[in-house]
């Protein structure tokens, strides 16, 4: 079974800078493709970044440029450096994995696991 586990959020002022990690237990986990979805308060969930099994990345337009998502297969885990952040990028983060690395990376529905999300609070 698989299982994430996010970390890293906390306060920022914008402009500021912040690393999210998540770390992946189960198995194969080169062969899943990942991601990063954010919902703020009285939003829809919404995607953020994603890492393909052959380290193909895909951004949203509102974080290109500013953001990064990279993985390290050996340790099982996948980041998101957060850089320029924005009041706007207030949300809780969640990572994601996809054993099918299917096209539609950027649809929450494409994915099967889950993490419990951590807090990103952008304020001054």
């Known amino acids: 079974q698989v299982q994430l586990v996010e970390s890293g959020g906390g306060l920022v002022q914008p402009g500021g800078s912040l690393r999210l990690s998540c770390t992946f237990s189960g198995r194969a986990f080169s062969g899943y493709g990942m991601a990063w979805f954010r919902q703020a308060p009285g939003k829809e969930r919404e995607f953020v970044a994603a890492i393909r099994p052959t380290v193909y990345t895909y951004y949203a337009p509102s974080v290109k440029g500013r953001f990064t998502i990279s993985r390290d297969n050996d340790m099982k885990l996948v980041y998101l450096q957060m850089s320029s952040l924005r009041f706007e990028d207030t949300a809780v983060y969640y990572c994601?994995?996809?054993?099918?690395?299917?096209?539609?990376?950027?649809?929450?529905?494409?994915?099967?696991?889950w993490g419990p999300g951590t807090q990103v609070t952008v304020s001054s």
């Open positions: 994601a994995a996809d054993p099918r690395y299917g096209g539609n990376y950027y649809l929450a529905d494409e994915y099967d696991y």
